[in-house]
């Protein structure tokens, strides 16, 4: 199951929702991956990860230009939420750009 958390408002508890509902999910047995796709990396730096070179803005960058990408290389665990964590880093902010570029 795919759950997307997201509106355009900004402070109406996306971030919060995320990590409890994660946390919630990993409790139940779930296995929880949660992907943090905001250029602020709120989740990222909520979880307490430090993002290496690979993070959700380089995976995203290698599939809109059809290059191989780490994935696992870029998943963290966090052992605190007990769920496996997908950062982000500013660098998504170009995502919208080589998008647009790559279905054009
Ligand atoms: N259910 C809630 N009740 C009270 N306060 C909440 C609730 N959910 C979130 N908050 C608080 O609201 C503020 C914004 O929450 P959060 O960062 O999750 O929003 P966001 O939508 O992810 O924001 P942004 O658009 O900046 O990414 C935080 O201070 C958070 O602690
Ligand atoms: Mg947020």
Redesign the pocket.
Known sequence: MIIAVA?Q???????????NLGTALARKGKTVLCIDF?P?A??TSYVACEPGEETVATVMRAAALFQPADLGAAVCRSDKFGFDFLPADLRLSEADIYLATAMS
Request: charged share 20%; hydrophobic share 25%.
């Open positions: 509106n408002k900004g402070g109406v508890g996306k971030t919060t929702t995320v990590v905001d602020q709120n989740l």
